[in-house]
């Protein structure tokens, strides 16, 4: 008897996507099925899950790299951001996230966050690691590349953990949000963006309180 794979795979390059089609395909056990859908931005991304729970054929796995252009009204603003969503509307899906970052405080940010099945890091892949740890994701999650392994297993004398709206204002900030508007953009008073501003400032140390060295080094961490 066959077993049907339903698989949703986002990414801004459509040759990756590609090679991760035919990886999976040509590895795939032989009572598998793959019904594989693509989506290059967040908007096709979320139509297709969207569309997937109309059909009531909702997604087994979800292949999410997190360095995507925002969608068209900015609320969703990179892969990070889709899986989030992802949780929320297919909560039996298997989310595996696809990234170049390599920085031991988003890799922990992303796992403290999302808590996905897979987590692989695209310096670490060949065909033979994705097709391991895609059957090792479908039966045995979760499944962390060699590098996120190592990094996990650090001892980290301060974590950078940021929420939803902390990523936010970066991403605001980011794009040449005045702090006085950025409350419109978020659910948040005035007041209540700058004291997480300064606390912003504290995390990732900025000592000169400039926006312009707290979006450089939140950057430079891979977090915008």
């Not at 967040?42 to 139509?47: A, F, H, L, V, W």
């Not at 929420?163 to 978020?186: P, V």
């Amino acid at each position: 008897m066959q077993e049907l794979i339903r698989i949703l795979m986002t990414d801004d390059h459509p040759m990756i996507i590609e090679g991760y089609q035919n990886t999976l395909l040509s590895t795939k056990k032989p009572d598998q099925e793959l019904q594989i859908d693509t989506a290059n931005n967040c908007d096709e991304s979320i139509e297709a899950m969207l569309s997937s729970i109309r059909r009531e054929e909702q997604y087994d796995v979800l292949f999410i790299d997190i360095k995507m252009p925002p969608s068209a009204d900015g609320l969703f603003t990179s892969g990070e951001d889709l899986a989030r969503h992802a949780r929320k509307i297919l909560p039996n899906s298997k989310i595996v996230i696809l990234t170049m970052f390599n920085e031991t405080y988003r890799i922990h940010n992303i796992v403290e966050d999302i808590n996905p099945e897979g987590f692989l890091i695209k310096s670490d892949l060949t065909s033979s690691e994705l097709a391991s740890a895609f059957q090792a994701i479908l039966n045995h999650p979760p499944f962390y590349s060699g590098t996120v392994s190592k990094y996990l297993k650090q001892t980290l004398t301060s974590d950078i953990y940021l929420d939803d709206k902390n990523r936010r204002i970066l991403y605001l900030l980011s794009q040449g949000i005045k702090t006085k508007n950025l409350a419109e953009h978020i659910d948040l008073s005035l007041s209540g963006v700058e004291k997480r501003k300064k606390q912003l400032k504290v995390i990732f140390n900025i000592e000169d309180g400039q926006d312009e060295s707290l979006i450089k080094e939140a950057k430079k961490l891979g977090f915008i």
